[in-house]
T-cell receptor, first 113, second 114 residues
């Protein structure tokens, strides 16, 4: 089954404790992206990757890091989480090319105390 | 970057009625996509309409596109309680460094009452 898998789905952590949200897709997609969703602000892109070893900043990259060492995986790293990073996070992927269909993961709800 | 603006922000209807949501965008596109999000879940792709298409159907969904007005509409016919969700339009960026990027607006929150 074609899918994008995120882990963990729910996480409560404290300020400053490094954490990683993993994302894996089984569709051999070149393009992967991370979004965060907040009430009243919609979905905002954090980082995206056009292919292995190629990553670029989205609209709200501050406080986040990503890596793309393998095609299927695109982890989101919060080196020193802060309460303003409390949000619902989505990973998405699509095949290369103009504006193709995005496949989303189920989301990771992160709370930073 | 390009972003679709959905209207209305919220829509409440009875089961069996039709629901119409509108989307406006600013710059030229090659296609426009609609997505659905059940509360707190990941977005799911519903339909893609290309710029040379005026109308497209998929089951109970009907999407129209008017490139001269830079607008699109999503019609859900004979709605069901299970259609309750947020609906987003996504016009991909047509150029520049963000070519093909999908940016999502606030969406239309549809509530279908049984």
């Amino acid at each position: 089954e074609a899918q994008v898998t995120q882990n963990p789905r729910y996480l409560i952590t404290v300020t400053g404790k490094k954490l990683t949200v993993t994302c894996s897709q089984n569709m051999n997609h070149e393009y992967m992206s991370w979004y965060r969703q907040d009430p009243g602000l919609g979905l905002r892109q954090i980082y995206y990757s056009m292919n292995v070893e190629v990553t670029d900043k989205g609209d709200v990259p501050e406080g986040y890091k990503v890596s793309r060492k393998e095609k299927r995986n695109f982890p989101l790293i919060l080196e020193s989480p802060s309460p303003n990073q409390t949000s619902l996070y989505f990973c998405a992927s699509r095949s290369q090319g103009y504006g193709g269909e995005l496949f989303f993961g189920e989301g990771s709800r992160l709370t930073v105390l | 970057s390009q972003q679709g603006e959905e209207d209305p922000q919220a829509l409440s209807i009875q089961e069996g009625e039709n629901a119409t949501m509108n989307c406006s965008y600013k710059t030229s596109i090659n296609n426009l996509q609609w997505y659905r999000q059940n509360s707190g879940r990941g977005l799911v792709h519903l339909i893609l309409i290309r710029s040379n298409e005026r109308e497209k159907h998929s089951g109970r969904l009907r999407v129209t596109l008017d490139t001269s007005k830079k607008s699109s509409s999503l019609l859900i016919t004979a709605s069901r309680a299970a259609d309750t969700a947020s609906y987003f339009c996504a016009p991909p960026n047509a150029g520049g460094t963000s070519y093909g990027k999908l940016t999502f607006g606030q969406g239309t929150i549809l509530t279908v009452h049984p």
